[in-house]
């Protein structure tokens, strides 16, 4: 969507980008459902060109345009609503042109629900060593084979709009943790001209473009970027610079102190969280969308979620164990193998244990986040929160 700046003056260039806001419209809508009485936490429907998202909502990972060990009908069968893919993954491979000219990320994929990319930011920011970063955008190096490159706000939309994602984020700077408030400031104001600048080259009505808050671990910087990215009229907007290893409770003060400061009748985004915690504290803060790699990250070492906190298939106590991972789980893994036949797969090194851990990880969250919705619309996510949240920590 095109921004709609509290300036806006009405000459005819505005004019041209209303006329474009306005026919974005025809493909998203987001409608606030219910706020629980008990707490901020919402529920919501939020209408995309690839389908209808039930928030809140738990988006799993696909870096490189899948989802890791799992087929696109696996993703499917544990319920998951939307996927992320990383614009910067696959601009250095397979190359956006080529994902372009099979009908964008859902024909090469066959993959027919929405699809998220991130800008490819937060990436770039972390090869601390390999980068360079300017005014006009960043230049940097491909760790794998050492070739240099450059994405500025303008590359990563057009990057964006040849993958042809549903929901595409802004090219932003991450700042890290700890950091100072100079350079958190320096980067939160780069993060905003180069908002202007993303939105200047979106040119696809049928992608939703999402602003994100900066401001590092400041509460005054938080304040002034929610206010300058709420002045655009965008369709949702995400709370970034989180996640980067600061302690939980740094995270959910900044997560309460922000969500309320954005728009209340669109989605909200928090960026790269994702255990079953960190989304009851965020959607007891009005946050409706999380991703996150460790679903698959954690099966790839044996660690599976339950109700009771995370477990491990590699202890011994699994030897001889003919329960699934967790009593009345409906996902493939826990309705056909017993703890003892997954874990015996894992010490023989058969890559299905990582597989089978993963379809379960993915969906216990995806229902986690629609058992949230419930106990929001029933107005008990207060008591929902209590009930579960001590045992999962």
């Given amino acids: ?36 009485a008990q707490t901020g936490a919402r529920a919501g429907l939020f209408t995309t060109p690839h389908g209808v998202i039930k928030t809140p909502i738990f988006m799993p990972v696909g870096t490189n345009s899948a989802v890791k060990t799992l087929t696109c009908d696996q993703v499917v069968d ?11 993954h696959l601009y250095l491979r397979a190359g956006t042109k080529r994902i372009r000219d099979f009908g964008g990320i859902h024909g090469w994929m066959n993959w027919h629900k929405p699809v998220l990319t991130d800008s490819g930011g937060f990436q770039v920011f972390s090869l601390a060593h390999l980068r360079k970063i300017t005014e006009d955008g ?18 990563s939309m057009e990057i964006q709009q040849d993958i042809g994602a549903d929901i595409i984020m802004a090219f932003d700077e991450c700042a890290p943790f700890p950091c100072e408030y100079d350079d958190a400031k320096k980067a939160m104001e780069r993060t905003h ?13 049928r992608q939703a ?15 002034e970027s929610a206010s300058v990215i709420s002045s655009f009229d965008a369709v949702g907007y995400a709370i970034g610079g989180l996640s980067v290893g600061e302690t939980k409770d740094i995270m959910n003060h900044f997560v309460e102190f922000t969500a309320p400061l954005l728009p209340e009748n669109k ?40 109700w009771e906190g995370k477990r491990n298939i590699k202890v011994k106590a699994y030897e001889d164990d003919k ?18 036949y997954i874990r015996h797969l894992w010490r023989c090194g058969e890559s299905t244990a990582a597989t089978l851990l993963s379809i379960h990880n993915i969906q216990f969250l995806v229902e986690f986040s629609q058992k949230c919705r419930e106990a929001i619309l029933n107005d008990r996510f207060g008591d929902f929160y209590n009930e579960h949240y001590p045992l999962l920590v």
């Fill in 1 to 36: 969507m095109l921004p709609k700046p509290q300036n806006y003056t009405g000459n005819k260039n505005q004019e041209d980008n209303d006329l474009r806001y306005n026919m974005q419209n025809e493909f998203f809508n987001y409608e606030l459902v219910h706020t629980c």
């Fill in 78 to 88: 544990t319920g998951a609503q939307i996927i992320l893919a990383n614009s910067y």
């Fill in 138 to 155: 960043v230049e940097f190096r491909d760790p794998k084979d050492g070739k240099k490159h450059f994405i500025s706000p303008e590359i």
């Fill in 193 to 205: 001209r180069w908002l202007e600048r993303c939105f200047k080259a979106k040119t696809n009505p």
């Fill in 209 to 223: 473009l999402f602003p994100i808050v900066q401001g590092a671990f400041f509460d005054d910087l938080r304040k």
């Fill in 267 to 306: 989605p909200r985004y928090l960026m790269g969280v994702g255990t079953p915690e960190d989304l009851l504290d965020g959607i007891k803060r009005g946050i409706d969308m999380f991703d996150c790699v460790l679903p698959t990250r954690n099966a790839r070492h044996g660690a599976f979620f339950t």
């Fill in 323 to 340: 329960s699934p991972l967790v009593e009345g789980c409906n996902c493939y893994a826990c309705r056909n193998h017993s703890k003892a």
